[in-house]
């Protein structure tokens, strides 16, 4: 398919890429040359934008293309993995981890290892979630993002990832996250419009709410333990582990919460997040459920989302939705470069290569960081061009599954158990990949979430042995690092805030309840 853009869609869409330059380079001129300013936007966040920012970083180009082809091809049971992170992943950041990462003032993930296991579990972790952001964050969104443009443009695959990386670039290396930030705001809107004026486009054309109902009948949340994308027992250890992971130990999300002006807006912003990650996917979700009633038979359901764009979008409408597309690449894109060159600096350059390195100078380096990211992504964005007619979502989810048993089993054991030692940690850490590899090679058809788990368990047990055969950690040395019930309250100094409306638990308990009535409903 190739779409031509009527004048109205251009200019929308040419309005959109112009605003969103413009936004960053003027925040990139309000930073300042410091490293707190530019890796945590001078820790002046309030809730909504850390909300906001959380879900238009996390929603991107995998979501809006793969996810809606796996809710074409597979239904409602798509929507699992972000429901399903609301009461795993974002439960676990908010009661467990976020006090301890707010408390102790971390730029960075894996400051909380090092202070808790040492130096090597600080650059394994860091090793392991560069991999993951470089093959899975950046490649795959440039690669699925591009794919969009190439079947409605008709621009070359790799010619779009290139413009695409190099908009982004721009403003997320001048401005840091603060240029993250505040483009990502904007992102999030324009996402929100696009993927409403595609839903109700869609449903429309289907034959109206009559449609959505009609398909009420088949939304299962739980299915049968054969299934080969989605058994059930994918909840027993894959999804947890990932969601844990992804939501609650993964520097891409929180380091917007470590910019947050103090804990109850790192708690509120986390809980904000909730609400629009329940409402986010189902404006995905909806249009994949009644487009078979319109498009049966799509051979590549990654198609999806550039299909409806062509075949059903007035003029306007047309570069609306493609300015939402581009907001999800950009916004996810940006945090993932952000992440990286956080990461890079704080925990590989300053702590080996330049511990007396000044502000400027780490900045600086931040910013070349940034580049050679951008430029490894491209270059690994091939890895992409030859995948198979089975959505690329559920792939990208397998590839989380090789890194995230270790990681997971790291965070977990090291603050809820006082017993896990360093070499127990390690452990987890560096056989999570070869462990995932062997499962694959053994057990090819069982389903990737099973095999996440039986690894994520078998991480927990053998950082359990190695953590009781080796000598324990001191307990002085590990105050203000084991969860305790302690860690559930704000500190004194905000309980005054937290009063009433204010209260960040009242609101997490309506939209967890929501959540449930779904499975509970839907199993």
């Known amino acids: 398919m190739n779409l031509n853009l009527t004048l109205p869609d251009a200019i929308i869409f040419g309005a959109y890429i112009l605003g969103v330059i413009g936004l960053g380079i003027y925040a990139s001129r309000k930073a300042q040359q410091t490293k707190r300013d530019y890796f945590l936007a001078g820790d002046k966040l309030p809730w909504w934008m850390i909300g906001g920012s959380i879900i238009a970083a996390n929603i991107s180009s995998h979501h809006l293309v793969g996810a809606m082809g796996v809710a074409y091809s597979r239904g409602f049971v798509a929507i699992a993995m972000e429901w399903g992170a609301i009461l795993m992943g974002f439960n676990a950041l908010l009661w467990i981890f976020l006090p301890f990462y707010i408390r102790n003032g971390f730029y960075t993930v894996p400051e909380f290892l090092e202070k808790r296991f040492g130096t090597a579990a600080r650059t394994t972790y860091a090793g392991l979630i560069l991999l993951t952001y470089v093959l899975v964050e950046i490649s795959a969104v440039l690669y699925l993002g591009a794919l969009s443009l190439h079947s409605l443009l008709g621009i070359s695959v790799m010619t779009s990832v290139v413009i695409l990386a190099a908009i982004t670039g721009v403003y997320t290396i001048a401005g840091g996250l603060r240029a993250v930030i505040y ?23 289907a034959g109206g709410v009559s449609a959505i109902t009609d398909t009420v009948k088949d939304w299962d949340l739980i299915l049968p333990a054969n299934d080969p994308d989605f058994p059930w027992t994918m909840y027993l250890g894959g999804v947890l582990c990932i969601s844990v992971f992804y939501c609650a130990t993964n520097q891409f999300i929180v380091q917007r919460v470590l910019a947050a002006k103090n804990e ?40 999806l989302f550039p299909t409806l764009v062509e075949k059903l979008l007035p003029a306007g409408l047309v570069g609306l939705v493609m300015a939402g597309l581009i907001a999800a690449v950009m916004s996810h ?104 590899v062997a499962m694959e090679i053994i057990f090819p058809a069982m389903p990737f979430f099973n095999r996440t788990g039986i690894v994520f368990w078998s991480c927990v047990l053998l950082c359990i042995v190695v953590s009781l055969l080796t000598k324990p950690v001191p307990e002085a040395e590990l105050k203000g690092l084991i969860w305790n019930r302690e860690s559930l309250k704000l500190p004194a100094d905000l309980l005054q805030q937290s009063r009433g409306l204010r209260n960040p638990t009242l609101w997490w308990a309506l939209i967890t309840a929501v959540v449930l009535y779904f499975y509970i409903v839907y199993a």
């Open 333 to 436: 894109l940006s945090g993932a470069i952000n992440s990286c060159t956080t990461i890079l600096t704080v925990d590989i350059y300053l702590p080996y290569f330049r511990k007396k390195a000044t502000e400027a100078e780490a900045v600086r380096f931040g910013r070349i960081a940034g580049a050679v990211i951008i430029v490894i992504g491209i270059l690994c964005t091939g890895l992409f061009l030859t995948h198979s007619k089975k959505p690329i979502f559920l792939y990208l989810m397998n590839a989380y599954g090789l890194f995230t048993p270790g990681i997971a089993t790291m965070f977990l054991l090291g603050i809820l158990w006082k017993r896990t030692t360093h070499a127990g940690a390690l452990a987890a850490g560096i056989l999570t990949i070869p462990m995932s």
């Open 264 to 303: 109850w807006h790192a708690r509120m912003g986390v809980v904000f997040g909730d609400y629009l990650k329940f409402l986010v996917p189902v404006i995905i979700t909806v249009p994949a459920l009644v487009a078979p009633k319109l498009f049966p038979g799509l051979e590549k359901p990654d198609l």
């Open 183 to 205: 483009t990502e705001m904007l992102q999030l809107i324009v996402l929100v419009m696009g993927g409403i004026a595609l839903t109700i486009a869609t449903v429309n054309a």
